[in-house]
């Protein structure tokens, strides 16, 4: 037992308890320093040491060849939604994007502000409790990059492999979910980006893998802190860098590295997932929201028969201590998010109460 | 005695030792939520009560009024450079700066990318080391506003008080390091902004506090989260702020007010940089970099007789438990940041040493 509940919050979500552990050591005085974290400067050797080790940790843990390059930047995946383009859409030509949810929208829309776009398929027809069929996506002529949301937050979906791009043409995506919950292959991609506050560390703070060459292509009038040329030629650090996000960062990955890295959480990842979801198929009263092909190893979106019983379901989870199971605004239901830190212990503790709810509140005869 | 040592850093800076123990606790379990701050949802009630009372702390330490709205960014000040111009610089129109060192220059440089700029006094030709008269300013015909930077934590100059402006004409103030460290009329100023990493808490935040109608100049066609109109209209929760970095600055804001508030802290930071400027002022060794009038309260710029004698003394005095005395790499020498969390003690430690070092490095006979 733990003074701590389990939390399925979609982020910020649960943190690997030896991380904080380390964190409240570490704010008050880091590597016998005797100064903390928070209060040594980001020009320090030190933070140098901390920014590397975050730099290193990921390379190692996704293989990343150093023709990419790993930047820190402030603002979340929402600010990326916008310097992707800036950067990237150049004059005259179009930007693909993959619609599967909320967030792709959003990116879309930002995107639509700084040049010219092309839907390339959308799952807004069976309002995103799938993934497209690859052979519905009809790029444009020449795309400038394509655009797609690895895994949908909101209803809880996720792409399975990268879709096939025209050669040649950067695939650009939005991972925040489901980054370094299994294995990638970033050559697949032209740029990486992930909000850090659901399988990373704090909020406060986006990753982003670029290739090089990509980097070069934002025009000097944009403003420097919307450069991605500024982050990787002061490796992150042009200004102030969130240097307590970064140092999180770094320890959560070591902790997915002492944890047996990439596969061991894909295993991990997927063995939770199945206890839910197989409970799920089972279920008289509780059912999911996505077809089965689509189904998010993240983010378990389900419902019961109303949702007055939803409502009441989510209640009395968070009074048994099992907290954070609200679907999101726009999709309603429950969803439990269940990134790298959240322990099996919690998804077990979340059938078992979901079957004992069930039990005393059968489904209604139809 | 603690097993922390004496931190001058320039930023990140040090932070009170009471938040940093309360902290601790909170990163494992805040308020009996048995979440830890970094996991709790920004959408969640414990979160909405941490930001609204970041909110009405800094309200209530400097009487700030209804009209003006307190908005938490991300991209620390350098950010803002931009963000300030983007958003108000007006097509046709020209914002006046009047440039007392490096960071009013980097603040110029951007807003020289979104339109119209005039310079309406410069240190530039006594290398900022003191704060221009103001009979020297020459303001544009009609501004759109006037940009300072009231503490210049490079050079360690720092406005007394407010310069004059042209009738309704908006000030635009980068406080960032000395927000809070002293009383602060908001009425004066159209738009203040600051990074949190000196006086306010961790770095990876900006305090923006803006008048409401200055908030409703930017297009709607910029980035939202480039938009000020986006943090007024979702009270800073578009997307997942920096929840920890919030966190730490609503501490550390109740730690000022339980410290005796804004009044209390200038008299005790007037009376920390006394101790050093007085040392300075009667020493055959130290110098004091700035005009006598120009003294910033929260960063003492000083030199030896040698820039060799310099390297020695901030080695020495690191080794001695006294840190973060090395001056900007663009400035040289030593500087000693005494912000608010910086205690009476450690500035005496330092002039102790500093008379210790004096003694057994003679200046050389001219």
């Known amino acids: 037992m733990t003074d701590r509940i389990h939390n399925f919050g979609a982020g910020p979500g649960v ?10 050591q570490d704010i008050w005085n880091i590597a016998v320093s005797r100064i903390g974290i928070l209060e040594h400067s980001h020009r320090g050797k030190l933070f140098e040491r901390v920014i590397a080790e975050a730099d290193e940790e990921a390379r190692r ?3 990343i060849p150093d023709r990419y390059k790993i930047l820190f930047i402030q603002g979340g995946a929402s ?3 916008a310097m992707v383009p800036m950067n990237l859409l150049l004059p005259g030509r179009t930007a693909d994007f993959l619609v599967t949810g909320l967030w792709a929208q959003k990116a879309l829309k930002e995107a639509q502000k700084y040049g010219k ?19 519905d996506i009809r790029y444009s ?7 797609l949301t690895t895994n949908n937050t909101v209803y809880g979906t996720e792409w399975k492999s990268e879709p096939p791009v025209p050669a040649g043409v950067p695939l650009v995506a939005d991972t925040s979910s489901d ?3 299994r294995p990638i292959d970033v050559t697949q991609y032209g740029l990486i980006y992930a909000g850090a506050q659901k399988n990373l560390g704090p909020s406060g703070l986006a990753m982003v893998i670029i290739r090089e060459d990509l980097a070069e292509l934002g025009l000097p009038s944009l403003a420097t802190m919307l450069q991605y040329r500024t982050y990787v030629k002061e490796r992150s650090l042009y200004n102030t860098p969130p240097t307590f996000a970064i140092y999180m960062v770094g320890q959560v990955l070591k902790w997915i590295r002492a944890s047996g890295g990439l596969g061991a959480m894909a295993e991990r990842n997927t063995a939770k997932a199945r206890l839910l979801y197989d409970f799920l198929d089972r279920s008289e009263l509780f059912r999911g929201t996505v077809d089965v092909g689509s189904r998010s190893l993240m983010n378990v979106c389900f419902r019961t028969s109303s949702s007055e019983l939803d409502a009441k379901f989510v209640a009395e989870a968070a009074k048994a201590g099992l907290d954070g199971l609200k679907g999101h605004r726009s999709a309603g239901g429950m969803r439990a998010s269940l990134y790298n830190a959240c322990p099996r212990a919690s998804v077990e503790a979340l059938v078992a109460f979901m079957k004992e709810f069930e039990r005393t509140n059968p489904r ?3």
């Open 15 to 24: 943190l690997p308890e030896p991380v904080l552990r380390q964190a409240q």
């Open 61 to 63: 843990l996704a293989d």
């Open 79 to 81: 600010q990326q939604f």
């Open 117 to 135: 776009t092309h839907v390339a398929v959308s799952g807004d027809s069976c309002k995103f409790t799938r993934i497209p069929d690859v052979a």
């Open 141 to 147: 002529e020449n795309p400038v990059y394509v655009h």
């Open 179 to 181: 980054m370094f919950s």
């Open 364 to 366: 209604p005869p139809a």
